[in-house]
């Protein structure tokens, strides 16, 4: 049974900094692509940053040059750290992790395994 832990999250004022972990509970992190995806009450789960399967960064205009996604594969563990956050940047965070479907990496359905999310709040 493949677990998704994310930690890491909290309250910050604008302009500050997090970083938001997610532990795996097998070697999905090395095997897969991976993402963190974001999202606020009433509104869809959005892309954040991704990792490719060929090792290729992805980031939503939004956040590049402020968040960074990496990864540890010894650790089973994935890593976003954000700086300069926003009050837009307000939501549940998600990790994920999948084997793809062809499609683009911010769908959702690109994802087969998901965490229980953590909350970042920035005012």
């Known amino acids: 049974h493949v677990q998704l832990v994310e930690s890491g999250g909290g309250s910050v004022q604008a302009g500050g900094s997090l970083r938001l972990s997610c532990t795996a509970s097998?070697?999905?992190?090395?095997?897969?692509?991976v993402a963190w995806f974001r999202q606020v009450p009433g509104k869809a789960r959005e892309g954040v940053a991704a990792?490719?399967?060929?090792?290729?960064?992805k980031y939503a205009d939004s956040v590049k040059d402020r968040f960074t996604i990496s990864k540890d594969n010894d650790k089973h563990t994935l890593y976003l750290q954000m700086n300069s956050l926003k009050p837009e940047d307000t939501a549940m965070y998600y990790c994920?992790?999948?084997?793809?479907?062809?499609?683009?990496?911010?769908?959702?359905?690109?994802?087969?395994?998901w965490g229980q999310g953590t909350q970042v709040t920035v005012s």
């Open positions: 990792i490719a399967i060929d090792g290729k960064s």
């Open positions: 994920a992790a999948g084997c793809g479907n062809g499609g683009p990496w911010s769908d959702y359905y690109e994802y087969n395994y």
């Open positions: 097998g070697s999905i992190v090395g095997a897969n692509s």
